[in-house]
T-cell receptor, first 111, second 117 residues
Framework: RKEVEQDPGPFNVPEGATVAFNCTYSNSASQSFFWYRQDCRKEPKLLMSVYSSGNEDGRFTAQLNRASQYISLLIRDSKLSDSATYLCVVITNTGGFKTIFGAGTRLFVKA | GAVVSQHPSRVICKSGTSVKIECRSLDFQATTMFWYRQFPKQSLMLMATSNEGSKATYEQGVEKDKFLINHASLTLSTLTVTSAHPEDSSFYIC?????????????FGQGTRLTVV
């Protein structure tokens, strides 16, 4: 089993749609959780941190469920510019800090 | 926010030569940096963890003698791809963790696209 697993995608949605991505992680000792966005041939960039209390930033909402070891990202009112790969990222500290990436979910927003 | 600078952004080299990639944390100290490789349409794969002042920790399947990592200072880690072959052509990205923030996050360099011909 992979340490971090994401929806395979790709997601093809029209502008204005609401889309949700899911991610699960296997290490219950994981400490920090993030969603990163990666555009083609570019480095990943932090989209938002994920907290148990939930985190909302404009059209983006991230949730963490530690009991289920599950992370989600909700994008409302999708824009063309939201088209990218979204990476679920988990930081663990078992024998040293390690940043683990999910395989990423590709999103295509179409006019 | 914290900035990580990676150089070069693009390099083309001949098979059999070595290539050095630099990763610098510009406004914070990074005792630990990470090196990733990403093949087309695939996820970032951790290659190794670079520890300042000590040996790097390599992931399973990554040849330590081929991918030499040096982390001589708190702001610089280098990855040298030795005797590069066409199958080493990939996108290499470094990241460094900032421990200043309440929730530690990873900052990434711009990436280096290596093409071995």
């Amino acid at each position: 089993r992979k340490e971090v697993e994401q929806d395979p995608g790709p997601f093809n949605v029209p502008e204005g749609a609401t889309v949700a991505f899911n991610c699960t992680y296997s290490n219950s000792a994981s400490q920090s959780f993030f969603w990163y966005r990666q555009d083609c041939r570019k480095e990943p960039k932090l989209l938002m941190s994920v907290y148990s209390s939930g985190n909302e930033d404009g059209r983006f909402t991230a949730q963490l469920n530690r009991a289920s070891q599950y992370i989600s990202l909700l994008i409302r009112d999708s824009k063309l510019s939201d088209s990218a790969t979204y990476l679920c990222v988990v930081i663990t500290n078992t024998g040293g800090f390690k940043t683990i990436f999910g395989a990423g979910t590709r999103l295509f927003v179409k006019a | 926010g914290a900035v990580v600078s990676q150089h070069p952004s693009r390099v083309i080299c001949k098979s059999g030569t070595s290539v050095k990639i630099e990763c610098r944390s510009l406004d914070f100290q990074a005792t630990t940096m990470f090196w990733y490789r990403q093949f087309p349409k695939q996820s970032l794969m951790l290659m190794a963890t670079s520890n300042e002042g000590s040996k790097a920790t390599y992931e399973q399947g990554v040849e330590k003698d081929k991918f030499l990592i040096n982390h001589a200072s708190l702001t610089l880690s280098t990855l040298t791809v030795t005797s590069a072959h066409p199958e080493d052509s990939s996108f290499y990205i470094c990241s460094a963790r900032s421990t200043r923030a309440i929730v530690a996050e990873a900052f990434f360099g711009q990436g280096t696209r290596l093409t071995v011909v």
